[in-house]
Nanobody, 129 residues
Framework: QVHLMESGGGSVQAGGSLRISCAASGDTSRTNCMGWFRQGPGKEREGVARIYTSTTGTWYADSVKGRFTISRDSAKNTVYLQMNSLQPEDSAMYYC??????????????????????WGQGTQVTVSS
């Protein structure tokens, strides 16, 4: 079992920046990738970004490319999401995710799917205009 704990969420004004963190614990020896999903009110949960734990390979949703950057600190089993130029449409609950199987790291049709994941409890990000 892998346990994930998010932190760093909060409220910012449009155009501002925020960095959220996700610390993994438990049996992380077989984790291949970690990343972030988000879900706003009335919206589906969508993949935002992910990174492989053993390499620097990354993926970003088109909606955040150029604004968000995912990174990792392998020694701390922690991933970060630096969010710049935040807009109201970025407001959502952000959930950390880790793969259960290697296939759950794959991007299908340009989307990182939510199946076969360990989940954190989420951290709220609110952007006001």
């Amino acid at each position: 079992q892998v346990h994930l704990m998010e932190s760093g969420g909060g409220s910012v004004q449009a155009g501002g920046s925020l960095r959220i963190s996700c610390a993994a614990s438990g049996d992380t020896s077989r984790t291949n990738c970690m990343g972030w999903f988000r879900q706003g009110p009335g919206k589906e949960r969508e993949g935002v970004a992910r990174i492989y734990t053993s390499t620097t390979g990354t993926w970003y949703a088109d909606s955040v490319k150029g604004r968000f950057t995912i990174s990792r600190d392998s020694a701390k089993n922690t991933v970060y999401l630096q969010m710049n130029s935040l807009q109201p449409e970025d407001s959502a609950m952000y959930y950390c995710a880790a793969d259960k199987t290697p296939l759950s790291c794959a991007v299908v049709a340009g989307t990182w799917l939510a199946e076969e994941k360990y989940w954190g409890q989420g951290t709220q990000v609110t952007v006001s205009s």
